[in-house]
């Protein structure tokens, strides 16, 4: 796993991690699996793609990219509206290839993101894990929310990240120590999704994804109506949904 080097213990909740990786096999069999790893890497090469274009100063881009990760998909507007179209092409371009380590790059990127609030919480760890996800790693809000200390993590983790972290780079690294766990205890029982090119990340990404989706559904027949709970999305759909695979030509 070349992710991220684990500096100190990384622990699991190793009897949490199997109930939820039955949970999620006994809701999701094994060829949707493959598909959404599949779509998983997809969209990798498509961030990548777009990426370039940026590089190559096709703004149009940013609006494609934006459309692949969840939580920005339906407030574009106000995001770009927020921190500038050019401003946010060139802080992205600064994230992935920008001068200074992983967590100064980050920081800086969470400033630039900072006015427009929660809805820029996602973006860097999307497209930095979308650019190279043997590199980097994902991080979103439903993997770990440090405001609410809830997400995939933190349910399998023996210790989640310090919420006192923030939204920081120092709390990107503390969440690739993490996700290089799961990743090692995936692979040690030969779970694997995906096919061959897939690298181990993707399974960490479907998987821990639908760690959430089952805790959600969980939640949700607790605390709300039967027929709200009918219009959840099926399993597969809603892990797509999570991992922004949905609209891979959107």
Not at 50 to 60: H, S, V, Y
Not at 83 to 111: C, F, N, Q, Y
Not at 176 to 195: E, N, Q, Y
């Amino acid at each position: 796993m070349t992710l991220v080097v684990v500096e100190g213990p990384a622990v699991l909740d190793e009897v949490a991690s199997e109930d939820f990786l039955a949970a999620a096999l006994a809701k999701v069999d094994a060829p949707a699996l493959d598909e959404l790893a599949e779509g998983v890497w997809r969209k990798h090469e498509r961030v990548r793609t777009l990426l370039d274009d940026l590089r190559g100063g096709e703004l149009r881009a940013l609006a494609a990219l934006l459309g692949l990760v969840f939580s920005c998909r339906r407030h574009q507007a106000e995001l770009l509206g927020t921190v500038g179209e050019e401003a946010l092409a060139a802080g992205l371009l600064d994230l992935v290839d920008g001068d200074g380590s992983l967590p100064e790059r980050i920081d800086r990127t969470v400033d630039l993101l900072a006015p427009a609030g929660p809805i820029g919480f996602d973006l860097p760890g999307e497209v930095l894990h979308f650019a190279d996800p043997t590199r980097f790693w994902l991080w979103t809000r439903w993997m770990w929310d440090p405001e609410r200390e809830t997400g995939a993590l933190a349910l399998v983790a023996a210790e989640p990240p310090d919420p006192d972290l923030g939204r920081s780079g120092e709390a990107y690294l503390a969440v690739g120590s993490l996700v290089g766990a799961v990743a090692s205890w995936l692979g040690d029982r030969g779970v694997a999704l995906g096919s061959p090119a897939c690298p181990p990340s993707v399974t960490v990404d479907v998987l821990l994804a639908c760690v959430y989706a089952v805790y959600l559904g969980t939640v949700l027949r607790l605390r709300m109506t039967q027929e709200f709970n009918r219009l959840v999305p099926p399993m597969p759909d809603l892990v797509s949904r999570l991992l922004g695979v949905r609209y891979l030509e959107g």
